[in-house]
């Protein structure tokens, strides 16, 4: 029996592992005191916005189901029969919001689509053109934010490979248990405020699907951030378990606090450490320390 610690790293989204908001209200940019072109940012903002809404509608089903959030894709798996969708038409078949076993099937019908297309990635949705223009965009956005995205991601893969046994049973990318396969250890969640579709939308947009797997993303629009803690905690149960939540809010602190789970607060102020690019597997490991004890994890915050 292995006893190695695996750390569940529970992320919120905006102002977190990605910047929209602050964007679009010109937060980011006050926070540099005039250095940065807020306008700019403005734009950018408004730019992700109208990729990330067509997107939903185009390809994830968002148009018809934009009043159907669950907290999770697997939510109503129970009511998917395993039907053939090669040749269903979702234009046709009745949908309305589930509130009858018929319907729920169809929302379940088409959450096995979205997985299924979060895990082919963006490359098999788009044509070239659109590809280049989210390429342009991203990078005009993380040279903007002095590389928040990129570095962002860099973190959320170390914290995957952090310490690899490769003698036990791994995860599947994200974080999803299979003893027969190889992978990462540890486990990167998203728990964000927004509606679910959307947010698995950003993850692909912002190249997080790579690093957060579409089984571990959680929208706490309707059930709050603390019951999605709850229901992680169940499902990663185990001693050898440790979780840390990493955000920008209140709600997200107030719930890690109630888990008596360490949280680290990202802020947006270029002198903070606690922000991209900035946050260490250091300063991860150091929070670990303070509530685990754990002596492997970093005894000093950089």
Same mark, same amino acid.
């Given at each position: ?11 919120? !989204? %905006?102002?977190?592992?990605? /910047?929209? &908001?602050?964007?679009?209200?010109? =937060?980011?940019?006050?926070?540099? +005191? ?96 659109? !590809? %280049?223009?989210?390429?342009? /965009?991203? &990078?005009?956005?993380?040279?903007? =934010?002095?590389?928040?995205?990129? +570095? ?151």
């Amino acid at each position: 029996m292995n006893n190695q610690i695996r750390n569940v790293y529970i992320w919120d !989204m %905006d102002e977190t592992l990605i /910047l929209l &908001k602050s964007l679009l209200t010109g =937060t980011y940019a006050e926070a540099f +005191s005039g250095s940065k072109d807020a306008q700019k940012g403005v734009e950018i903002g408004k730019m992700w916005e109208k990729h990330i809404l067509q997107i939903s509608d185009d390809f994830f089903f968002y148009e018809q189901i934009e009043n159907c959030n669950k907290p999770f894709l697997e939510a109503l798996s129970k009511y998917d029969d395993g039907r053939d969708l090669s040749d269903y038409d979702f234009n046709q078949d009745g949908f309305s919001p589930p509130h009858d076993d018929l319907n729920k099937s169809k929302l379940a019908y088409r959450h096995r689509v979205i997985a299924n297309k979060y895990k082919q990635g963006l490359h098999n949705i788009f044509d070239q053109e659109m !590809m %280049d223009l989210w390429d342009a /965009l991203y &990078k005009m956005t993380d040279e903007y =934010t002095d590389g928040w995205l990129s +570095s962002a991601r860099t973190l959320l893969e170390q914290c995957l490979s952090e310490n690899e046994d490769p003698t036990i049973g791994h995860t599947a990318v994200g974080g999803i248990v299979n003893s027969n396969d190889t992978g990462p250890w540890h486990i990167n969640v998203l728990v964000t405020s927004g509606s679910l579709i959307p947010s698995l939308v950003k993850c692909l947009l912002f190249r997080l699907d790579g690093v957060i797997s579409y089984e571990n993303v959680y929208s706490s629009w309707d059930v709050g951030k603390l019951q999605c803690f709850q229901w992680i905690k169940e499902r990663f149960n185990n001693q050898n378990i440790r979780f840390c939540a990493i955000g920008d809010g209140w709600e997200e602190c107030e719930a890690a606090q109630s888990m008596k789970w360490p949280f680290i607060k990202v802020d947006l102020r270029p002198s903070s450490s606690h922000r991209f690019p900035g946050l260490t597997l250091k300063t991860l490991g150091f929070y670990f320390s303070i509530v685990y004890g754990n002596p492997e994890s970093e005894n000093n915050e950089e």
